[in-house]
C-alpha cells in the first residue's frame, strides 16, 4: 500500500464493514510517506490523525518530517515544502508543551513558537500572497499555514496569561492575542473578551470577581461565538445570565433568552460547562425536567472533564441531587444516594456549594441534613 492510496482507502474505513487500521500501522503509513518523500501526503496524514483522535501517532509522523527536513534542507528555496515543514514544526512543539506523546517542555515548546511566530512564510503579507497561486491555495488545506499562525499565537498567548512556560504577563499575552485577532481567529477573540470579562464563576457574586470591561467583553465574545466557539458561546451566556443588568451593560442587556440560546448552542458543540449552566438556570426558572435533563448530561461527563471544572461539576451534582430530591419531576430517589450527589458537588467545591445551598435554602431544608462541609 502506498501511503498516497491512504485517502482513498480512508472512505473505506468509514465503511462498519472494513475495519480501520490499529495505531502502529497508521505510524507505518506515515513513516512511509516521508520515506518516499512524499512531504504533502505525510502532512495530510497526520492532519487526519490529529482529527481522528489519533494525537500521539500524528505527533511522531510529524517528527518524521521535520526530521527530514534538518537533514535534506528541502524547504529552504520551496514554499510549499517550508509551509509543510512550518506545520510539522508547530504540531511537535505542541506535544512538548502538553507533554503528549512527548515528554513535557513548556518552556523549549514556547521557544519554538516564537520563532515559528517570526518567520516570513507566516507573515500576514505571504498568506494574503499565497492566497493568490493558485497551485498553492488549492493546497492551503493541507498547508494550514493561517491555522499555524494563529495556532501559535494563541498558545503563546495562553502562556504568558497562565504563566505557563514562561512567567506570567498579561501585557504580553494581549499582545499575541490581538496578533490573532487581526488574523481572525475565533479562539483569540474570545480569550480577549473572557479577559475583559474577568469571571467565569457561574454561583458567587460577581462583586468578589475581577471584572475589567464587560461592554467591551460583550462584544468580542459575541463576535468570536459569531465565528462558533465554543468557549465564547458559553462565557457569552454566562455574561448574560450574571453580567446583564449592571450599569455598564444597561438593564435590557440582562437576556435569559439569548443566553439560554448560546448556551444551548454551546452544548450542542459539547461544552460540559454550558451543560451545568443551563441545568442551574432552567432550576432558577423552575423548569426542573430540563434541569435535571441537562444535569443529568453533565454529571455523566468523564472524570477528566469534571476535574477540569470543579466549580461547574459543583454545580452540576447540586441541581441534579436537588431535582430528585424536592421531587419536583414526580421521580423518587434513593435518599442515600441524593445525600452522595450532595457530597460530591461540596467535594468539587465548597464555596459554590454553600452559596447554593444558602441562595435555594427557601426550596427545601433537607439540604442542611447533608452536614458541613469537611
Known amino acids: 500500500l502506498r501511503p498516497s492510496q491512504f485517502f482513498v482507502m480512508e472512505d473505506l474505513f468509514a465503511l462498519e464493514s472494513v475495519e480501520t487500521p490499529d495505531d502502529q500501522l ?46 535534506t534542507g528541502a524547504a529552504e528555496n520551496d514554499a510549499t515544502l517550508g509551509l509543510i515543514e512550518l506545520n510539522a514544526k508547530f504540531h511537535v512543539a505542541e506535544a512538548m508543551y502538553f507533554g503528549i506523546g512527548s515528554q513535557l517542555n513548556p518552556g523549549s515548546a514556547l521557544r519554538t513558537m516564537g520563532i515559528l511566530s517570526n518567520t516570513p512564510l507566516l507573515s500576514l503579507d505571504y498568506m494574503l500572497e499565497m492566497r493568490v497561486d493558485k497551485e498553492i491555495a488549492a493546497l492551503d488545506e493541507v498547508l494550514g499555514g493561517n ?76 463576535a468570536a461565538a459569531d465565528l462558533g466557539d465554543e468557549e465564547a458561546m458559553t462565557r457569552l451566556g454566562l455574561l448574560l445570565l450574571r453580567g446583564g443588568g449592571t450599569v455598564e451593560l444597561g438593564a435590557s442587556a440582562y437576556d435569559h433568552g439569548d443566553a439560554i440560546k448560546w448556551l444551548r448552542k454551546a452544548a450542542h458543540s459539547g461544552s460540559f460547562e454550558a451543560e451545568a449552566l443551563l441545568a442551574l438556570t432552567y432550576f432558577k426558572m423552575k423548569l426542573y425536567s430540563k434541569a435535571r435533563q441537562f444535569s443529568k448530561l453533565a454529571t455523566s461527563r468523564s472524570e477528566g472533564t469534571l476535574e477540569g471544572s470543579p466549580t461547574y461539576a459543583a454545580v452540576a451534582f447540586w441541581v441534579m441531587a436537588k431535582c430528585c430530591e424536592i421531587g419536583a419531576i414526580g421521580q423518587t430517589q434513593d435518599e442515600m444516594e441524593v445525600d452522595d450527589m450532595y457530597s460530591i458537588s461540596r467535594e468539587f467545591d465548597v464555596d459554590a456549594y454553600l452559596h447554593m445551598v444558602q441562595t435555594f435554602a427557601s426550596v427545601t431544608s433537607r439540604v442542611a441534613m447533608v452536614g458541613p462541609p469537611v
Open 26 to 71: 497508521l505510524v507505518e503509513f506515515g513513516q512511509a510517506a516521508v520515506a518516499d518523500e512524499d512531504m504533502i501526503s505525510a502532512l495530510r496524514f497526520a492532519r487526519r490523525m490529529y482529527h481522528r483522535g489519533s494525537t500521539e501517532q500524528a505527533t511522531q509522523v510529524c517528527d518524521f518530517i521535520v526530521r527530514w527536513f534538518a537533514e
Open 147 to 222: 491555522d499555524i499562525l494563529t495556532s501559535v499565537l494563541y498558545t503563546l498567548g495562553c502562556a504568558y496569561m497562565d504563566g505557563v512556560g514562561v512567567v506570567s504577563n498579561e501585557a504580553l499575552a494581549l499582545a499575541w492575542f490581538s496578533r490573532g485577532v487581526a488574523l481572525g481567529s475565533p479562539q483569540a477573540i474570545s480569550r480577549i473578551g473572557v479577559y475583559n470579562m474577568g469571571f467565569c464563576n457561574p454561583v458567587l457574586p460577581v462583586s468578589k470577581m475581577k471584572v475589567r470591561n464587560l461592554a467591551k467583553a460583550k462584544e468580542m465574545l459575541t
